[in-house]
């Protein structure tokens, strides 16, 4: 199993900076990707950003430009640095890792391990 513990979510005026941490612990090895997901009251979680373990990055075209995702090795940590946030950015922001595995104990072949959520409020 793998915990994941995010914190630094609050509230902010429109163009103001938060930046999230989502500490990893347990069975963190075989973790090949970490990223950060959304959800805003009635709708869907979507994908925020995403790092894989070898430093690739990936966005939502909505954040591109505002918002950077990094990652500590050494403290088995995920960072979401958001600039300019808009009121639309209002949401419970979830950390996530995806730890492989072997296909014949899950298809897909990883895992996937959620933070509590943390929340992200944005005045206009």
């Known amino acids: 199993q793998v915990q994941l513990v995010e914190s630094g979510g609050g509230l902010v005026q429109a163009g103001g900076s938060l930046r999230l941490s989502c500490a990893a612990s347990g069975s963190i090895f075989s973790i090949n990707a970490m990223g950060w997901y959304r959800q805003a009251p009635e709708k869907q979680r979507e994908l925020v950003a995403t790092i894989t373990d070898g430093g690739i990055t990936d966005y939502v075209n909505s954040v591109k430009g505002r918002f950077t995702i990094s990652k500590d090795t050494a403290k088995n940590a995920v960072y979401l640095q958001m600039n300019s946030l808009k009121p639309e950015d209002t949401a419970v922001y979830y950390c996530?890792?995806?730890?492989?595995?072997?296909?014949?104990?899950?298809?897909?072949?990883?895992?996937?391990?959620w933070g509590q959520g943390t929340q992200v409020t944005v005045s206009s």
């Open positions: 996530n890792a995806q730890k492989v595995v072997p296909r014949t104990v899950v298809a897909k072949g990883y895992l996937d391990f």
